[in-house]
């Protein structure tokens, strides 16, 4: 049975830098993320697209309140659907991303669906990258260079960061959250690590994470504190036998516990479990598992306001 919610409001988009947009979907948990707007000249370059139909629609009518330039290219940092369910509704756009991206978006369709049944997904349509690197690539969007850097496995097995480098703005995607839970399911807590290095060293002024409110490099701290507290948690609880909800309620979250989406602690604590074993990278964790020990963690099913 799914429980009735009441949708978070649409997104709004805030510039944060000349032509350099950001659309903010809070509270930023389950399915409600950020997106980017950069808008040079007459073209405009957008990073990731939205959960749901109407979330996306809303986010085209923003792009057209601050400019009339079409959409020319959306990047994609990851393939997980609140980035990328919303890219069918720009055609005009060569979607660009990593090849594991295209690869996942294709071969999961909309099979996350179901995990968020309260969800009005409206009219979605699988709509992958084409125009897919796993190298550092640049794309000269008018005045702006615009630097797609591929950083994984971090978050994914797929993930890319967009980054401006005369503004130094950082679109960080799901690799670095702010207020937010980080996730490590469907990748790497030691490489989130590596990419965390890859990211600080770009030493960006703003950085606009996949979800939460726009900072600066202090959210990698934040975020590696985080990943420390994981690796110490599943260390304990792989050595006592513990499953990951298990070795989640042993484990005290401290000022973590303010963070949105808590239970996560469960599948980054499998994830961790799964790189203690020695388990090649990205080997994949059991999804009908790990999402039944989350919702008992949190003690109700998954809130997602999208
Ligand atoms: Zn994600």
Not at 23 to 33: A, K
Not at 160 to 182: C, E, I, K
Not at 217 to 231: N, Q, R, S, T, W
Request: aromatic share 8%.
């Amino acid at each position: 049975m799914t429980e009735a919610i009441t949708p978070a409001a649409l997104g709004d988009l805030v510039q944060i830098e000349n032509g350099v947009y950001v659309f903010s979907q809070p509270d930023w948990g389950w399915g409600l993320n950020n997106s980017g707007v950069i808008v040079s000249g007459d073209t405009a370059l957008l990073v990731d697209t939205c959960f749901t139909e109407r979330r996306t629609n809303r986010l085209r009518e923003e792009i057209r309140r601050v400019s009339t330039s079409p959409v020319k290219y959306v990047v994609n940092t990851h393939h997980h659907g609140d980035h990328t369910f919303g890219n069918y509704q720009f055609p005009e756009a060569t979607i660009v991303g990593h090849p594991y991206c295209r690869e996942k978006i294709l071969s999961e369709g909309l099979d996350v669906v179901p995990y968020f049944g309260a969800v009005d997904f409206g009219d979605i349509r699988i709509s992958p990258p084409t125009l897919c690197s796993d190298a550092r690539s640049t794309i000269l969007l008018g005045e702006v260079t615009v630097e797609v850097i591929p950083v994984a496995p971090a978050h994914t097995l797929g993930d890319v960061v967009v980054w401006l480098p005369q503004q130094r703005v950082l679109f960080a995607g799901d690799v670095a959250l702010n207020g937010s839970t980080p996730v490590i399911t469907d990748g790497s807590l030691a490489g989130s690590r590596l990419a965390l290095g890859i990211l600080r060293s770009l030493k960006p002024r703003l950085v606009v994470p996949g979800h939460g409110p726009t900072g600066g490099p202090e959210i990698f701290d934040a975020v590696a504190g985080y990943f420390d507290l994981v690796e110490s948690a599943a260390r304990r609880g792989y050595t006592r036998g513990l499953t990951p909800l298990e070795a989640a309620r042993a484990t005290t979250l401290g000022e973590y516990a303010e963070w949105s989406d808590s239970e996560r602690l469960v599948a980054n604590i499998a994830r961790t479990y799964s790189e203690l074993r020695g388990e090649p990278i990205g080997t994949p964790l059991a999804r009908k598992e790990i999402a039944p020990m989350m919702t008992e963690f949190a003690g109700h099913p998954l809130r997602c306001l999208a």
